[in-house]
């Protein structure tokens, strides 16, 4: 087989614990194929190179092996290969919008909400557009 539908390989080599939440990664624009937002349906094939946002740390995988079938994790990791910088890693509360010099909470207020977390990754994804340049 050398083509599968995007959401069953991101679902078999483990990246996402369901298919369902593989499928809705696909339909919130968080996989990308030459910085194209895939579908969950977009056939993938062995070679090509996909950016994936999970957990707030986008991977780059390459894909190796096309399996259709979900597998342990030893196997699993030999079917794809991580080329995401080790910089971009880091855990999220490390890269976390609330290190940059200009972003401030006022001590008291307590986690941030879902919307003001949101909102926080849109700006720190903001701010790394403009370092990269």
């Given at each position: 087989?050398?083509?599968?539908?995007?959401?069953?390989?991101?679902?078999?080599?483990?990246?996402?614990?369901?298919?369902?939440?593989?499928?809705k990664s696909?339909?919130?624009?968080?996989?990308?194929?030459?910085?194209?937002?895939?579908?969950?349906?977009?056939?993938?094939?062995t070679g090509?190179?996909?950016?994936?946002?999970?957990?707030?740390?986008?991977?780059?995988?390459?894909?190796?092996?096309?399996?259709?079938?979900?597998?342990?994790?030893?196997?699993?990791?030999?079917?794809?290969?991580?080329?995401?910088?080790?910089?971009?890693?880091?855990?999220?509360?490390?890269?976390?919008?609330?290190?940059l010099p200009?972003?401030?909470?006022?001590?008291?207020?307590?986690?941030?909400?879902?919307?003001?977390?949101?909102?926080?990754?849109?700006?720190?994804?903001?701010?790394?557009?403009?370092?990269?340049?």
């Open positions: 087989m050398d083509k599968i539908r995007v959401d069953k390989w991101l679902w078999a080599i483990r990246i996402f614990k369901t298919r369902t939440s593989a499928t696909c339909e919130a624009g968080r996989v990308k194929k030459d910085e194209e937002k895939l579908k969950a349906s977009s056939k993938i094939s090509d190179i996909l950016k994936i946002r999970v957990n707030q740390i986008t991977r780059t995988l390459k894909v190796l092996t096309i399996i259709t079938k979900r597998v342990g994790a030893p196997i699993a990791q030999t079917c794809f290969e991580d080329l995401t910088p080790p910089e971009d890693l880091l855990i999220p509360s490390i890269k976390s919008a609330f290190l200009n972003a401030h909470r006022d001590k008291g207020l307590g986690r941030p909400t879902k919307k003001e977390r949101r909102d926080i990754d849109k700006f720190s994804d903001y701010q790394d557009h403009f370092e990269e340049d």
